[in-house]
Nanobody
Framework: VQLQAYGGGLVQAGGSLTLSCTASGRTIDNYGMGWFRQVPGKEHNLVAAITRTGNSTYFNDSVKGRFAISRDNAKNTMYLRMNGLKPEDTAVYYC?????????????????WGQGTQVTVSS
């Protein structure tokens, strides 16, 4: 499955963005999926994850209450709604799919990756 993430951009602190991740090649309804972010010099960090059916989610403590993850399997698309953005949310955001139906917390369980989309939050 090929993934493409988009929707990043420059936003002021307190603003909102919605990232989308569209899949091609296969339908995503068999995959647990997640959003990761990476800042220069650091490892990928799991931001949020969602099970195959979308009935269970995980959020990193740093984004709880501000971010929402969702998926529309009929559209082969996953979303990350980001509200109350902070400068520390600045990173390249990646979407990823796991062959597990659950929402794995470990990066190594995600087999398919999209290209990153830059999110920059100005203070």
């Amino acid at each position: 499955v090929q993934l493409q993430a988009y929707g990043g951009g420059l936003v002021q602190a307190g603003g909102s963005l919605t990232l989308s991740c569209t899949a091609s090649g296969r339908t995503i309804d068999n995959y647990g999926m997640g959003w990761f972010r990476q800042v220069p010099g650091k490892e990928h960090n799991l931001v949020a994850a969602i099970t195959r059916t979308g009935n269970s989610t995980y959020f990193n403590d740093s984004v709880k209450g501000r971010f929402a993850i969702s998926r529309d399997n009929a559209k082969n698309t996953m979303y990350l709604r980001m509200n109350g953005l902070k400068p520390e949310d600045t990173a390249v955001y990646y979407c990823a799919a796991s062959e597990s139906a659950w929402a794995p917390l470990s990066l190594v369980l995600y087999k398919y990756w999209g290209q990153g989309t830059q999110v920059t939050v100005s203070s």
